[in-house]
């Protein structure tokens, strides 16, 4: 496809992040966009699996810290409060029954990492800390899990949106390590089986390739 015709559908302005990281040569550009798709799509299996293990694994945590499979109805924090309500309120809406499996899949991401907040710890944080049984001891603590979850939330919300995430190598790379390092500290098996259809390492390679090679033609 000519270049032209990509810029009227795509649009100038999401090509421009390219166009700036090789401006000598549109057409490598535009490969390198199709390979940021490419990478995208390569970290679906960890972040998928990311959410739902963590997800399930802070449920079995809290359900065992608090004596209380339905711990959702003892959160005393009206903004996480509003959040199971609106998931419960999704559940209803599709006509189905409210039940702890339906709840714990229908709150989002951003309500599982939140709760890692200093503001939740006196709370929260005894349960939390006890969902990592294999993290290393130096990472075990609240803020250095917060930090890294929330900056997962923040990378999986630009896959999602279709935003650029190899722009900046070095933070894809550390944004792909940091959740290696949370399903590692929750179950190796995870981590060795989601490993069999992980294709990102192969197309991290290239697009270091290709940058490397812009970078030594323009020295």
């Known amino acids: 496809m000519q270049v032209a015709?990509?810029?009227?559908?795509?649009?100038?302005s999401r090509l421009a992040t390219y166009y700036q990281l090789f401006p000598n040569d549109k057409q490598i550009a535009i490969e390198y966009y199709q390979l940021n798709t490419q990478i995208a799509e390569s970290l679906y299996p960890l972040l998928s699996n990311l959410e739902i293990v963590l997800r399930n694994t802070i449920h079995n945590s809290f359900s065992i810290h608090f004596k209380n499979s339905n711990w959702y109805t003892l959160v005393n924090y009206p903004e996480l409060q509003d959040q199971i309500n609106i998931a419960k309120s999704k559940i209803t809406a599709s006509k189905n029954q409210i039940t702890i499996d339906k709840l714990v899949?229908?709150?989002t991401f951003g309500f599982w990492t939140s709760l890692f907040n200093k503001n939740y710890a006196k709370d929260y944080w005894k349960p939390l800390m006890y969902a990592f049984p294999l993290l290393d001891k130096q990472q075990k603590h609240r803020n250095i899990i917060a930090f890294k979850l929330n900056n997962i939330r923040k990378f999986r919300n630009r896959i999602c949106h279709y935003e650029p995430i190899c722009n900046d190598l070095n933070i894809l790379s550390i944004n792909h390590a940091n959740i290696l390092e949370i399903l590692q500290g929750i179950n190796t098996d995870i981590v060795l089986w989601t490993k069999q259809i992980d294709r990102f390492d192969i197309l991290f390679k290239q697009a270091n390739l290709l940058r490397t090679t812009k970078t030594t033609q323009n020295i």
Not at 5 to 12: D, I
């Open 105 to 107: 899949s229908e709150l």
């Open 5 to 12: 015709e990509l810029e009227k559908l795509l649009s100038q």
